[in-house]
């Protein structure tokens, strides 16, 4: 088992690891649309959070050695539902031709107060 750290993503809010890798499978912790080098959101609005969760999960992908067309597994949390059709265009333009299976949740509240929050299975053919 490999713990990933990367400073080009946003650092865990608590006591956690950013992913793991275990027999070739990558299990990401929840990705918020927080900037790694502010440590806060870089907007208080569903595009630059979405945007952001998806930086941060290109570069836990890259230090892992994974890329997107390996991903068979994304969990979305969103905090109002009604933002869905906006995250899910976001999310075809991220992952383009691939489509990894993938749920969507709305959220009472995520940790400090996001609003999407973000995370995923990778797997190694």
Do not use: C, W
């Not at 990367?6 to 950013?18: D, F, R």
């Not at 806060?40 to 609005?45: A, I, K, L, Q, V």
């Not at 994974?66 to 333009?93: A, Q, R």
């Not at 489509?99 to 995923?120: M, N, Q």
């Amino acid at each position: 088992m490999k713990i990933i750290s990367t400073e080009k993503a946003a650092q865990a809010v608590g006591p956690y690891s950013q992913a793991i890798v275990n027999n070739q499978t990558l299990f990401t912790s929840g990705q918020l649309g927080i900037d790694p080098k502010t440590s806060d959101f870089p907007t208080n609005e569903i595009i630059g959070q979405t945007k952001q969760v998806f930086k941060n999960i290109e570069e836990i992908l890259k230090e892992s050695g994974f890329v997107k067309s390996e991903v068979v597994k994304v969990t979305i949390f969103l905090k109002d539902l009604s933002v869905f059709s906006v995250v899910n265009k976001m999310y075809g333009d991220f992952f383009e031709n691939h489509k990894p299976a993938r749920s969507t949740i709305e959220v009472s509240r995520l940790p400090k107060d996001g609003l999407i929050e973000i995370e995923l299975i990778a797997q190694k053919a």
